[in-house]
T-cell receptor, first 115, second 116 residues
Framework: NAGVTQTPKFRVLKTGQSMTLLCAQD?????MYWYRQDPGMGLRLIHY???????AKGEVPDGYNVSRLKKQNFLLGLESAAPSQTSVYFC??????????????FGQGTRLTVV | DQQVKQNSPSLSVQEGRISILNCDYT??????FLWYKKYPAEGPTFLIS?????DKNEDGRFTVFLNKSAKHLSLHIVPSQPGDSAVYFC???????????????FGTGTRLKVLA
């Protein structure tokens, strides 16, 4: 079972460059999420999607855009990368939460460095 | 302003002993609390959860205790095994009436090392 797959696993960008992180899930989940993990900050929600064609802002959306053109894919874009976006990015998916303890399934992460 | 706090960045425990990981929160509207476990170079995986109306939930070697009056929860691992060495994240959920979805707030994590 592939679960949640993120591409790429590592990337180094120069300031001002753009890139897209791809997340794919094969569990037919309605909900998908993008988080970033920084030292001393925990996991913070960037954007999320409650279904194909929908997206919504999370806690820290500035500097990022997302798209959910297909149910199984959730793309995170950085239009003009900044050093402050150096982080580890995690994608996750879940069934539609009917209760607050709905399990989220995470990808293995993408380590992005902006120099 | 962190609503979910894990004040111990790391913890070392001998194999076979009890590991206790702590988590404090400030928002009384949280309805569930979840624990995720993360190995290096992998994403977090769900471990156990507890409803805010319960004070204990047990699953094998893992038990979550919730003290609502103190806004504190803890994860107990008994007995601890070397394979339990990982980063443990506490998370809390709150229903968002405006969007009809749940918001999840994660703590900063505690790195557990179980010594053989």
């Amino acid at each position: 079972n592939a679960g949640v797959t993120q591409t790429p696993k590592f990337r180094v960008l120069k300031t001002g460059q753009s890139m897209t992180l791809l997340c794919a899930q094969d569990m037919n989940h309605e909900y998908m999420y993008w988080y970033r993990q920084d030292p001393g900050m925990g996991l913070r929600l960037i954007h999320y999607s409650v279904g194909e064609g929908t997206t919504a802002k999370g806690e820290v959306p500035d500097g990022y855009n997302v798209s959910r053109l297909k149910k199984q894919n959730f793309l995170l874009g950085l239009e003009s990368a900044a050093p402050s976006q150096t982080s580890v990015y995690f994608c996750a998916s879940s069934q539609r939460p009917h209760r607050g303890n709905t399990e989220a399934f995470f990808g293995q992460g993408t380590r992005l460095t902006v120099v | 302003d962190q609503q979910v706090k894990q004040n111990s960045p790391s913890l070392s425990v001998q194999e076979g002993r009890i590991s206790i990981l702590n988590c404090d929160y400030t928002n009384s509207m949280f309805d569930y609390f979840l624990w995720y476990k993360k190995y290096p170079a992998e994403g977090p995986t769900f471990l156990i959860s507890i409803s805010s109306i319960k004070d204990k939930n047990e699953d094998g070697r893992f038990t979550v205790f919730l003290n609502k009056s103190a806004k504190h929860l803890s994860l107990h691992i008994v007995p601890s095994q070397p394979g339990d060495s990982a980063v443990y994240f506490c998370a809390a959920s709150e229903y968002q009436f405006t969007s009809g979805t749940y918001k999840y707030i994660f703590g900063t994590g505690t790195r557990l090392k179980v010594l053989a």
